[in-house]
């Protein structure tokens, strides 16, 4: 399986870090199968940190190693996911520790309607609203590698500069 990371930085090898932000998917190293998703991240990136230049590393996965690790997937977004999400960025996700997740992105359009389901009196009522909110057809994929174990699964192929 193809990967792309977008950044502003070149690396040799892959590393998970903590960020300054909560994240859907908490610490981790997060890559797309979209090559446009990781263009626009680089370019997001370069531009917030106003230095390096806007940059996708490109990876093979090895999917038969990744298979004998903890994973979690979420195929659409579903309750599960708005809740996995929901408590990543609140900073409170408690739940079985993984060493890969992998779902939906939680976009600009996305964060709104999460940010209205986290200040929802009932989220049980709120939560098939936001899922029709958030336009699910429209999200593009996320895969993060949380652990030593699920980053040896990534071989490098090459790093190309977003035009």
Request: with cysteine; charged share 25%.
């Amino acid at each position: 399986m193809r990967l792309y990371h977008g950044t502003d930085t070149r690396f040799d090898r892959p590393r998970i870090v903590i960020p300054n932000r909560t994240l859907d998917f908490g610490p981790g190293f997060y890559t797309s199968s979209d090559r446009a998703q990781a263009e626009r991240w680089a370019v997001s990136v370069s531009r917030r940190r106003k230095s390096g230049t806007a940059l996708v590393h490109i990876y093979e996965c090895d999917e038969a190693a990744l298979g004998a690790l903890r994973t979690k997937r979420f195929d659409a977004p579903s309750r599960g996911w708005l809740d996995f999400v929901a408590d990543h960025r609140l900073g409170r996700y408690v739940g079985p520790a993984f060493d890969y997740v992998a779902g939906p992105v939680a976009n600009d359009r996305a964060i709104p309607v999460i940010q209205q389901y986290l200040q929802a009196e009932d989220r049980e009522v709120f939560a098939p609203v936001a899922l029709a909110l958030i336009k699910p057809e429209n999200l593009v994929d996320q895969q993060t590698f949380k652990t030593a174990g699920a980053l040896a699964c990534l071989t490098l192929v090459e790093v190309s500069e977003v035009e």
